[in-house]
């Protein structure tokens, strides 16, 4: 299965920008890469993906780098409802498998 | 509109009881998704549906695992003789077609073999 590498857990203050970087050194030309987060005891919860170019939702940016070998997720500012695991996929085969790994915890100060 | 719906949220079984897993996606979505999650770790993917097919169980653990959607809509997780180690989140998920279109997950049920 398709792997990513995120750091373990981040810190940021509140209404600061975070960049959470992926590392997916193994990415193939049609896979995806998604970003879903997951608050306590609730399920996963999209937040965006993209393919080769940068893209903006209303929840967050991806940024991708030229070699599609790593990605950023930049939330604009940091609000407390932003604590959550976030987990970074590439998905692959032809219904774009979402495979999941053990994501980034960030936590936001006050 | 409603999300995907999951029942029960908790359950508690003994050991080497079988258990049902219901799952209600979103209306219209194709594609349905079962996830195992452990305390700590990131979902596993179990199965995946379109429609009504099974067109990939290469997660399910056991053949104690059995999953059916048999008309495209409600899908059950049902576990046989459950284990311990079967104790875990398990998540149901689902999207308008097969492909990118984002997943949508419900809340989970909590099993717990003792």
């Known amino acids: 299965d398709a792997k990513t590498t995120q750091p373990n857990s981040m810190e940021s203050n509140e209404e600061e920008p975070v960049h959470l970087p992926c590392n997916h050194s193994t990415i193939s030309g049609t896979d995806y890469i998604h970003w879903y987060r997951q608050l306590p005891s609730q399920g996963p919860e999209y937040v965006i993906h993209?393919?080769?170019s940068n893209v903006n939702n209303r929840m967050a940016s991806l940024a991708i780098a030229e070699d599609r070998k790593s990605s950023t997720l930049i939330l604009h500012r940091a609000t407390l409802r932003d604590a959550a695991v976030y987990y970074c996929?590439?998905?692959?085969?032809?219904?774009?498998?979402?495979?999941f790994g053990t994501g980034t915890k960030l936590q936001v100060i006050p | 509109g409603a999300g995907v719906s999951q029942s029960p949220r908790y359950k508690v079984a003994k050991r080497g009881q079988d258990v049902a897993l219901r799952c209600d996606p979103i209306s219209g979505h194709v594609s349905l998704f079962w996830y195992q999650q452990a305390l700590g770790q990131g979902p596993e993917f179990l199965t995946y549906?379109?429609?009504?097919?099974?067109?990939?169980k290469s997660g399910l653990p056991s053949d104690r695992f059995f999953a059916e959607r048999p008309e495209g809509s409600v899908s059950t997780l049902k576990i046989q003789r459950t284990q311990q180690e079967d104790s875990a989140v398990y998540l149901c998920?689902?999207?308008?077609?097969?492909?990118?279109?984002?997943?949508?997950f419900g809340n989970g049920t909590r099993l717990t073999v003792t």
């Open positions: 549906f379109q429609n009504e097919a099974q067109l990939d």
């Open positions: 996929i590439q998905s692959s085969g032809g219904y774009q498998k979402v495979t």
């Open positions: 993209g393919l080769t």
């Open positions: 998920a689902s999207s308008y077609q097969h492909g990118i279109s984002p997943l949508h």
